[in-house]
């Protein structure tokens, strides 16, 4: 690099810079892409976000090696370049001196902290406290079977898990560890599930977050117990007041953030919001005081990211937050540092190399079957009904990625064997994925229809040129017999039999022509956009400009209603429907759709906020 | 730290993500801070926030060493602790090596970027050609003039100035690096300016803008031939293309951006609106688009902040980029990253050792002649006004962050000594103090009066006792005799008689008791909020419960007629009335004043957004 070629005093050479900003470019960018296929698929985005570190990872990417292949049996001896492995070494350096790889941590253990800040800002304390029974026997019975199965489990088959070399002469160590990792709950993942499900602020919701918050600050300080038993006085950065005072510590910062810095917060955020500039003050308190708490968490050996979730907590309670800086904090992290940090997981691990099946097999059965009937049991116990018990169960056993930095953290203090380690993870990552989709079936919750996951490009028309009902009507469904594959005859009699009937006018210059179709597999609607408009004889004389052919099976008679009201939901706003008629593709036309959506998720997100500070 | 005691294989241990996190917090928290100070002293806040870093660095935090003062003269032979040296190179570790220190700079590369981002967001590329001709002329002449000067300057008084070891015999590199870095502007800080006095989107602010952009372009360039020039082959990372290679690939990239690029977000930009989770799918696209033409730009040599900017302008453009979206990346990073780069400007530098009289007054000198005269020229060439042509002058003379790092990256590649590295980056603070106030008294501008400005929590009485008239009034010019130091008999005599020839009621319960008094020095309001409401007699019968006392100066006529307007268009929104009447204190009646304030501002900013996407 020509800028920095002589005697350089820089910590950050050009070439470093260049790694670093485009490793963080391929991360979110893959992580994103993925993370929208799998919402796509309904399935969480968290999952495409994990795998696109699985993919850039020596899993994948650090395993494509074209260079070692033996051409010589087609008559070439040639190599081909380690183009894969390569790349994997040029964004993701292996030396931990490397300054690329240790700028990049640094960014990866920021995006975990705020991740977790936003997580803390979720949680409404006050309903926490009115959960209070019900957590505190979810979270004790969630720990106490897996822990105990957990630690029975090492002691008994110790060697099928494999210990690492420090854990060899201390049994106890293991054991208390291998309990500890089984009985975890990972708050990041199954937040950012019950967000997905639009469950976060329910009260079941706020159980299970509360429950695994509460599991956490166990398992942390559990954790540091038993790095307690294993180290022998090593150079420990902290501070010198060994693990009863660690743990102390922890509960007064604890204490003080939920009481003290709360009310704190209550006088600093108002002032903030007279005196700076706005929005933005509040934006770089938020920010501030997260960094320092989890500065404070991470000095007393608890992990970073405790210390910013209790920010986050202390700070989301308050009223004084309004929800527009809430939304831009909201929006920017999840969007650039969550996607980042989950794909970071997969970034040092090569999955299928240290892979064993009876370790993952064992590790697996007994974690999904300790944590869900431990919480199932903590439920019940707390009267809930059975479904909701089993849901809550599934959605404690997503273990994510807390139980992977325990896993890792592990490895590195060598307590456990690398296989082990993989085994945790890939439990961790199955629990996860197992947990939305489960709780979803199991609370029969109806994922929320829109009209634009319905339609593509092709299912919206611009502009036909057809100026009267018939002649729109046979275009509508030329083009419903080309995305379904029935035949367009078909459709069109069943439609028109229904059109003959009585005109399908709505008010607002809408129509919904419509008909129930044996043939046909799932709905199927056709949105064309008028903008001379086409006479449908409407009660109020306007022209139809927004036609809508609503086709759907025979044997789903209640979803034709359905798709009535949801349009006539979505286009009961004066704004969304100028936009529509303003948009000048299909696909813009769709972006509308997808924003109005959005926004009517939001809104019921917030209905609680009023008018008040 | 217990966590990672063990042979761990991390690269960043706890006791470095614990100085991380810190020091990106007390960065951030005394940056914030101090630039909401220079705001209410009417600084643009960006000296604040450099300033921070001054106080943080070796400057003044690392120089506080207690213990080397010999404290014997007073009986006591003790040493204090070494606390603020100690605590600087805690946070802020000197060793390039140092894993959290290259953490850090990773997070503050990343700032620069990212504030570059939001600064190419701002501009409007079509400004930018209706500004062409203008542009092109102010430019040219903003360089030549300084360039010559600068180049002049350092053939003859080479000595004073002070050489680095590579440029000894290489007088011509030497000569040009000078001359370069007298006629760069900082993009990002008259940017910052320009925001602050509420002109970057005024025809002068474009112009100032696009013609800092284009002289960036040409100075990063100059920068590559000049170290081309001093170079003997040393290990480049980037491409070997040479200079006219480095060049021709910026130029293109630079084309491709404004071009294809452009017409390709066009593209992208409603696809991710319309299929991705809204609106985060556009604030991750816009982000993985800026990092990767950093890494470009890095790797080019150009510095990645150049790519940055170019991504910003182009996807800046696109009338596809919502406004609420531009304003969330906007706020997040105008208030987290864009401060915590400003004040790292100041963290490695000891201003006060490398200082020299004689070099910092003949750089300082030659770089405001060169710079405003030559602006001067050049705008006055496109027919500008004198006062314009001045405005633009100094506008441009702000050297800011861009010609700090020229200076840094100069001395690190041994082209100059690092009193001359000093010199400039003084120069290029002082610059940039300057250029703010200089064009808002140039230009006459008169910042526009916020009601919130005007108001500390002494001014705000909530819910006094008085329930009639004139014992509220009483209670009022009180509590305004205590602030203003008159006598409290002289104001409410003045107020009593105006409102005995009639009463002040407004409509919608309010009412604007008033008064001009000859000992008053500056215009001071009162503000009462009333629950049950005080009878005004008002024409709509209602009470009025909230209630200004305007006192003005009788030399300042027109003040009171201000007062009156800002007053009625302020409390014109019945949710700021509401608001008022709902806030539990007076801080929180000033919060909704502040916020009304800034959505005030930001509206008028953003008139130009359409119901179109």
Redesign the interface.
Known sequence: ???????????????D??T???A??VL??LA?VLG?VC?KLHQP?VLGEILAGVLLGPTVLGAIDLSVIDWSWVGWDGNLPAIGSDLYNYLFPQP????A???????I??SA?LLLLVVGLEVDLSAVVRQGKAMLSVSAMGILIPFSLGMGLALLFGDVLGSGA?AANNPLAFGIFVGLALSITALPVIAKILMDLNLARSDMGVLVISSAMCNDLVGWIG??VV??L??QG?????PAIGVVG?IGITLVFLAFMLTIGRWMLHRIL??V?????????V???V??IA??C??LT??L?I??IFGAFVAGVAIGDSH?L?QRTR???H??I???FA?VFFASIGLRINFIEAFQWDTVLLVCAVALIGKVNGCFLGAKIAKMSNRESWAVGFGMAAQGAVGIILGQ?AY???LISEELMVAIVIMALGTSMLAGPVMQRILQLKTQRHL?QMLTDRHVMIDPEAGEIESLLRAMCARAAEITGLEEGTIFDGVWARERVMHTALPNGMAVPHARLDELSKPTVILARSHRGVDFDAADGMNARLIFLLLTPTDQPETQLELLSLVAKTFDSD?VR??CL??A?A??L??????A??EDTASQHHDDET???
């Open positions: 690099m020509p800028l920095l070629a002589a005697g350089s005093e820089t910590s950050l050479p050009a070439s810079i260049t670093l900003l485009l963080i470019a979110l960018g994103r929208e919402r985005a931990v001196d490397n300054h790889r240790i700028a990049e941590d640094g960014f253990v920021l902290s420090r954790f540091a790095l307690a294993i180290s090593g150079e420990a950065s902290g660690t108002p002032y919001q007279a005196q700076w500039s706005w929005p933005g003050g934006i770089s308190v920010f501030v960094m320092s989890a500065a991470e000095w050996g992990h970073s004084h309004r939304d831009t904090i929006q920017f999840m969007n650039i996607p953290l590195q203090a060598e634009n704004t100028a936009r303003a948009a593709s696909t813009e769709r972006a509308v759709l997808n924003q959506a959005a008018l008040g500070m």
